[in-house]
Each structure stands twice: as structure tokens, then as C-alpha cells.
């Protein structure tokens, strides 16, 4: 038989595969599926017109894994168009080649319409599965006998998607009507053979139908989006009307609107019922107002009012141009609650003296009350303008009191972005091979270099601040700041515990030896703070060397790091204003400019001693690095609302962990003193 081998990039293509029922996790909604054995499938070559046998090569040198098992989508009937297609995922790093098989774990969303889905997957009715891949090489082998194909063997190739699927298709085929007319199409030609041009014209009309059809479908797809978009506002207009009837009316539109909160059409009509009757006892005590629905005044508004809320917030600040305008700088001396209550109601053209304070916290707070309370006021009939607001100005200061907490390590250690929560590793390579003479007429000799790998991995931390009903109704705005604050230093405090913590523990290193360790050599003689104690670890920081113990590094030392009780004598040590009247008594440090910085968390385990430290500048050498989750840049915020709860939630949380790098920049004074 002959061989050639040939290479390219190919269309998207389809087979089908199959799920194993026995790997069904309700719990966690995966199942297991086997998306390709390698078996032979007939296929047709258009280009070259003629039929062929498709054999795809399952190893982890053919297949290019990666795309799959980076969270591929698990898509309706390969459909792409948008994203109500997508009903599920392939599990990261689930894909994988066991005797001669492709495996893989998909998980199913948790939305509503992919619910019948998957249980139609559980009960075994929906059984099948098809791969799409695309085709980048191939070994093609000619026929040796009459009637028989040439082969086609898939060596490089790469699965895209999983798709669950309604009808199988043959194998290797996108759907069974595809098969047919491609079968029928190559009959045609062997009884009506073309000419290369006739040919050439239909294929081009084939590929003018094709796109003439995906555009119709993009088309539908956003005709029905736009669609959807318009009842969805017919019917919340409708609702903050008070027209009960048209919802009702229009179940479709109904099941539309409450379908993300699960609600049924008796529900719709009972909180109709109840939340915008004209018929309350408190319609005749308000006055009825039609409100500006001009866009821009309400973000003037409401900008201006964020300006204030955050001047009443913070530590100082002056007031823009629109808050002076539209006569709200009055506000920010006020620091209280129920003013910025009265002031969203006076916006909205509602007399807010007619209402309690306990009132004005259920209209702030709740959807419920401020329907009923204010239903007479047409204008009003969102909850979110209070809680949106707040939510705002405690974001902002959580951050801004974050910001400004002390945290001494900074100086000294790198901040690092980790993309998830799994362990991740940070590796130092070694010396570059060194150079040597070449003679001439020999070879260069190529040499490698060593590496050194630290593991560090993510962990979560949160607390929680609400504003309670409580709180508003004692118009204590400044408690609520005075808890932000206090969340905020314990933000700034635990990323210090985390990065004195490392220091402290002198836990072991991926070679297994502690940190601060003679095997490392940056652990110097125990002594109080002297010339001479200090010139030492100065010393071992000059004789680092790399990985390789090659060459030396050069490191010089930048930060002096003490425990509070040794901060004196430090600045002391390396004055800059001291002139001494002899020579042999000048201060070696005082041009140097070093920094000293004092830390009480700064002892060991016992709690007994006072270790001091030398640090090189991070910029030269991987000192203690803290990492953060990829899009933080520190303490974050995360807004819960809740109509059942008295109060709105803020919890605060980050994603840190901190971990050293390199010992090879730090060395110890074990001072016990």
C-alpha cells in the first residue's frame, strides 16, 4: 500500500459517542461519557471527489486535549447560536485516554430548562452524545484491492465541543439528513458525471446556500431575542401600572417574567392582588405625582446623592457641582439614614413625613412595603435605589479603609495573581549555562540549569456587616461605618498574619529544609543589634549564589525587619545625622539607605525571643510573595438583599494566600534577648 501523509486544517465535523449510565452524580449532575473509540467511519471528499474511510488515532499524541479540557462547552444539538444552547460543561481535567478510549465527566447547568435534560439523561432516554472536532493532519493509505476504500488515519486532530443529541447519526456524521444528501449527491455524480467547471459552480452554490441558511438562522436567533426583550418590558411596565389585567391576561408573558423566580400564574395574580390594589387605607393620605422619567436627571440624581452618602462616609471631602445644584450639600452634614431615605422619596415626588421611621426602613428594605406604602405614587416602584446606593458608598469605603490600613510587609514582598484555587506552583530556574571558550572548529557544548519549585494555593476568608433595622431606625449611620472600618483593618490584619506568619513558623522549603536554616546559609549568630551582628547578615546576602551554586548573585540589603521592641535601637544603628569625631568609629550604614521596619508580630513559636531579619530588595530576588485571586486587588464586596431578612448583608471577603519563594534573600539574627 502507499502512504502519504498530509496536513491541514479542516471544517467542523461530528461523531457520535455515548454516555455510561452507571457514572450518573445526581448530586453534583455529571455523568461519564466515552466520546470516541477511534472506530472507522465512511466519508465523502468533496474536493478531491471520492469516498474514503475516516479513522480517527486515540492517544494523547493525536489529540489535542487542551481546548476540551479547558471547560468546552455541552451544547443542544450542536446548536451555537446563543447561549440558551449551552446546557453544560466538560469538567476541567476530566478528559483523558484509558485502553484506547477518550473519557470524559460533563456537568449539567443548574438551570431551569436544562432541567428535563438531565433528567431525561437519568432515566436513560436521552442516551446519545456527539464530539465535534476539526482535523489539522492525517496519513492517508491508498486501496490495494478492488472495492476497497483508501483510508484516512486522523493523527492530529482536536475535539472542540460535546453536543447531546436527539437522533444518532451515523458515525462521523453531523445529522442523518447530512449522510443522505451527501450519499445521494456522489450517486447523482456517478451516473451524471460533471465537468471540472459545472463542478466548481456547484460547489459554489452549495456554499451560497450554506451560508444564505446560517444566516437565517442568526437572524431568527436575534429576532426572537429582541422579542423576548419587549414582553419582558411590556410586562414590568404593565405590572408597576397596577394593570393587573393585562398580566394576567397574557400568561405567556407572565411565565416569562416570573420564570427565574419560580413563581406560579396563582402567585402572580395573588401578589397582584395584594401589592397594587387601588383600594388601600393609605391611598387617601398620599398625594399622587407623575414623575420624570427623563434618564438623565435620575443618574444626575443619583450620582449626586452617592457624592453625598460617600462625603457623610468618609474622613473629609468636599461635595461636587450637582450636589450643590440640586441643594443636597445640606445632606452631608445630616450623616443619618432616614435623610437619605426622605431624599430618594422627595425625588420620587412622595411626602416623606407621612411615614414612621420603622416605615421608612420597610420601603428602603423591602419590595413588599414599598409597594404597599407608596403604591398612590405611581412614580416609585423600585426597592433598589436605597440599597443600590448603600451598597455603593460601603463598597467604596470598605476598599478606601483597606487602602490606607498599615501593613509593614509591603516593602519587602511581591504581590502574585493566582487564576483558581488550585495548588499552583512557582519556580526559580537556575544559571544560565556558563559561557566557555571555543576553540576553533569545535562544537558549542550546551549545557542545563537546575530549578527550585514552591507550591501556594489560594484560601478563602469573609466576614459579614449588615445594615439592620436596628441600626436605621437608631439613624446610626455611624455604627454601620464604624463596623466597615473594623472589617477593614481585620482585612489588612490578616494578610499581615499571613506574611508574618511564613517568618514566624520558618515552615520548611520544597528542598525540606526550614527557611532560615544553616542549609540555606542566611542564619547568623545570635546578638543583639550591633555593627558587627549586622555586617554579618549583610555577608551572607553578598555570598548567595544561584540555584546552580555556580555564580554569586550580588544581593544587597535593603530592609532591616525588628520586632517593636527593637525599633530604637535599629534607627539607631544606621542614623544618617550621626558624625562620629574619629574614623575608626564612623557608621559603616548611614549612607546606605536602608529601611528599618518594625513589626510587632516579630518573634518565634514560644513567643519568648526577639529574631531580627535582612532583607534584599524583592526587585532583585523572590523574597515572601502574596498572592490574590486573578480580577482582586484586595478586600472585595459582595451585596446580599433578602426580603424575608430585616436588613441588607454586605459580606466581605478575599481570596489570599502567602507563601516564600526564595530563602536566598531574607537571612535571620536568631536574637533571644
Known amino acids: 500500500m502507499q502512504k502519504r501523509k498530509e496536513s491541514h486544517q479542516s471544517d467542523q465535523l461530528t461523531r457520535m459517542a455515548m454516555i455510561n449510565p452507571d457514572t450518573v452524580n445526581e448530586e453534583n449532575r455529571t455523568v461519564e461519557v466515552v466520546w470516541s473509540k477511534g472506530a472507522p467511519v465512511k466519508r465523502y471528499d468533496w474536493r478531491g471527489d471520492y469516498y474514503y474511510v475516516e479513522e480517527l488515532v486515540v492517544s494523547e499524541d493525536a489529540i489535542r486535549m487542551e481546548r476540551l479540557n479547558n471547560k468546552a462547552p455541552l451544547l443542544n444539538n450542536h446548536s451555537a447560536y446563543d447561549l440558551d444552547s449551552v446546557i453544560g460543561v466538560v469538567e476541567p481535567n476530566s478528559v483523558r485516554i484509558e485502553n484506547g478510549e477518550a473519557i470524559a465527566t460533563i456537568r449539567f447547568s443548574n438551570r431551569k430548562d436544562v432541567n428535563p435534560i438531565w433528567q431525561d439523561v437519568r432515566d436513560g432516554i436521552i442516551s446519545k452524545v456527539s464530539v465535534g472536532y476539526k482535523i489539522y493532519g492525517y496519513q492517508e493509505v491508498d486501496a490495494s484491492d478492488d472495492g476497497e476504500l483508501p483510508r484516512r488515519m486522523i493523527n492530529d486532530w482536536e475535539p472542540y465541543e460535546l453536543s447531546m443529541v436527539c437522533i444518532a447519526a451515523d458515525d462521523g456524521a453531523g445529522t442523518r439528513s447530512d449522510v443522505n444528501e451527501m450519499e445521494n449527491r456522489a450517486k447523482e455524480m456517478e451516473n451524471n458525471p460533471m465537468t471540472e467547471e459545472e463542478l466548481k459552480v456547484a460547489r459554489e452554490k452549495e456554499e451560497a446556500a450554506r451560508k444564505a441558511e446560517e444566516k437565517k438562522i442568526r437572524k431568527e436567533a436575534r429576532e426572537k431575542a429582541l422579542k423576548d426583550v419587549r414582553e419582558a418590558t411590556n410586562l414590568v411596565n404593565a405590572l408597576y401600572r397596577g394593570d393587573s389585567d393585562a398580566i394576567v391576561k397574557n400568561s405567556e408573558q407572565s411565565r416569562k417574567m416570573l420564570i427565574d423566580d419560580g413563581k406560579t400564574l396563582d402567585e402572580v395574580r395573588e401578589y397582584l392582588i395584594n401589592n397594587v390594589a387601588e383600594n388601600d387605607e393609605k391611598t387617601e393620605t398620599q398625594v399622587r405625582v407623575t414623575v420624570d422619567g427623563d434618564e438623565r436627571k435620575h443618574n444626575r440624581f443619583f450620582s449626586a446623592l452617592t457624592n453625598v452618602v460617600e462625603v457623610m462616609m468618609s474622613r473629609g471631602g468636599e461635595v461636587g457641582d450637582d450636589v450643590k445644584q440640586l441643594g443636597l450639600e445640606r445632606l452631608a452634614k445630616r450623616s443619618s439614614f432616614s435623610a437619605i431615605a426622605e431624599e430618594i422619596l422627595a425625588f420620587r415626588g412622595i411626602r416623606s413625613n407621612q411615614f414612621s421611621r420603622d416605615e421608612l426602613f420597610r420601603i428602603m428594605t423591602s ?301 535571620k539574627n536568631p536574637y533571644a534577648g
Open 367 to 667: 419590595h413588599r412595603e414599598a409597594t404597599s406604602l407608596t403604591r398612590a405614587a405611581t412614580g416609585y416602584h423600585s426597592t433598589d435605589d436605597f440599597s443600590n446606593l448603600m451598597g455603593t458608598n460601603v463598597g467604596r469605603m470598605l476598599r478606601r479603609e483597606y487602602d490606607i490600613a498599615p501593613q509593614t510587609f509591603r516593602p519587602f514582598t511581591t504581590i502574585g495573581v493566582l487564576r483558581d484555587f488550585r495548588p499552583s506552583s512557582r519556580i526559580q530556574t537556575g544559571d544560565y549555562p556558563a559561557l566557555v571558550k571555543k576553540s576553533e572548529n569545535t562544537e558549542i557544548k550546551y549545557g542545563t540549569s537546575s530549578d527550585s519549585k514552591e507550591t501556594i494555593q489560594l484560601a478563602t476568608y469573609a466576614s459579614g456587616i449588615a445594615l439592620t433595622r436596628e441600626l436605621f431606625i437608631n439613624d446610626d449611620l455611624d455604627g454601620l461605618m464604624r463596623m466597615i472600618r473594623s472589617s477593614a483593618q481585620a482585612a489588612a490584619n490578616l494578610e499581615s498574619d499571613l506574611v508574618y506568619g511564613v517568618i514566624n513558623t520558618n515552615g520548611n522549603m520544597a528542598d525540606g529544609n526550614p527557611l532560615f536554616s544553616a542549609a540555606h546559609g542566611n542564619i547568623g549568630t545570635a546578638g543583639a543589634l550591633s555593627v558587627a551582628t549586622l555586617s554579618e547578615l549583610r555577608e551572607k546576602l553578598l555570598k548567595m549564589k544561584t540555584l546552580d551554586n555556580q555564580s554569586y548573585i550580588n544581593l544587597m540589603m535593603k530592609f532591616i525587619v525588628v520586632p517593636a521592641s527593637l525599633q530604637t535601637e535599629a534607627q539607631k544603628l544606621i542614623a544618617t545625622n550621626l558624625y562620629p569625631a574619629q574614623t575608626a568609629n564612623e557608621n559603616p550604614f548611614r549612607n546606605l539607605n536602608l529601611e528599618v521596619i518594625a513589626e510587632p508580630r516579630l518573634t518565634d513559636n514560644a513567643g519568648t525571643s526577639r529574631p531580627w531579619y535582612v532583607i534584599a530588595d524583592p526587585a532583585s530576588v523572590d523574597t515572601i510573595e502574596l498572592a490574590r485571586l486573578e480580577g482582586q486587588t484586595g478586600i472585595e464586596m459582595r451585596q446580599e438583599d433578602d426580603i424575608n431578612t430585616l436588613g441588607i448583608k454586605y459580606v466581605a471577603y478575599m481570596d489570599v494566600a502567602a507563601k516564600a519563594i526564595d530563602w536566598r534573600g531574607m537571612t
